[in-house]
């Protein structure tokens, strides 16, 4: 690693294609400027989850678009910044394409984790999401391997169109019911979550989640915080790591950061 290079980032939730941005390409341009700002002192980038609307690798296609973004991924960690992604409840179908192109590295379940002497537990924040049965039994499928292997079977020109129009509809219904602001400490399902796993497991200096696009940073122990990194719809958050300090920032063009 570079002397330079000493600082680990984390970000979620640009939802990159989704047919509810204004101007999806605004979107992506703004993330990559943001990757740019932080190139020189990144020794790895954290993805926690959603940052594709929808994704789903078959043997020989993947959605277009994406290029700044998937471009400059490629040109980090050719530099040797380590990349990581998350699935996440939109992106669940991220298999060896950009493992294969770009080198980065898949979590497809929450990991527990020593980074910089401080131990993190990272996730999406779906797996605690029991908001709904209907939404556990839907996450089920997405996660089985029949159902992807069936679903493969069907023609893109089917699934692009059908997965977006879904998760616009949902995204809307969402936003107005079922995905709330914050709830209060005891309202927050990853809040909750993540004191029920301090009591089992206490040594967990950091949670942080993604798929609420909240940006909350909460005491849960003396030792332990909880941070949930916002989103690339309204907020254009993310969370610096370097070491000492932990801290849930937002991306603004020319200020220092």
């Not at 992106?91 to 979590?107: K, M, N, Q, S």
């Not at 797996?127 to 992807?148: G, T, V, W």
């Not at 616009?168 to 936003?175: D, T």
């Not at 497991?201 to 990194?229: E, T, V």
Request: charged share 25%; proline share 3%.
């Amino acid at each position: 690693m570079e002397e330079a290079r000493k600082k680990i980032y984390f970000t979620a939730d640009a939802h990159l294609g989704a047919r509810s941005h204004k101007d999806p390409l605004a979107v992506e341009k703004k993330l990559v400027r943001w990757l740019d700002s932080i190139k020189q002192d990144a020794a790895a980038v954290w993805f926690l989850g959603d940052m594709f609307d929808y994704w789903y690798e078959y043997k020989y296609v993947v959605p277009k678009g994406h290029i700044r973004f998937l471009g400059k991924l490629a040109e980090l960690a050719d530099s040797g910044i380590e990349i990581h992604f998350f699935t996440g409840n939109h992106d669940v179908w991220l298999f060896d394409y950009l493992p294969r192109e770009t080198g980065a590295v898949i979590h497809c379940k929450p990991l527990v984790i020593n980074l910089m002497g401080k131990t993190f537990f990272l996730a999406h924040g779906d797996e605690a999401d029991c908001r709904s049965r209907s939404f556990r039994l839907i996450r089920a499928a997405f996660h089985n391997k029949c159902c992807q292997w069936l679903y493969a079977g069907i023609h893109p020109r089917w699934t692009f169109g059908f997965a977006l129009g879904w998760s616009l509809n949902s995204r809307k219904n969402g936003l107005e019911s079922n995905a709330p602001g914050y709830q209060g400490e005891e309202g927050e399902y990853l809040v909750t979550f993540a004191k029920d796993y301090l009591k089992t497991n206490p040594d967990i200096n950091f949670f942080l989640f993604g798929h609420r696009h909240l940006m909350l940073d909460l005491m849960l122990a003396r030792n332990s915080r909880i941070l949930i990194a916002g989103d690339w719809l309204t907020h254009f958050s993310y969370i610096e790591w370097d070491g000492e300090d932990l801290a849930l920032m937002q991306f603004e063009e020319g200020a220092e950061r």
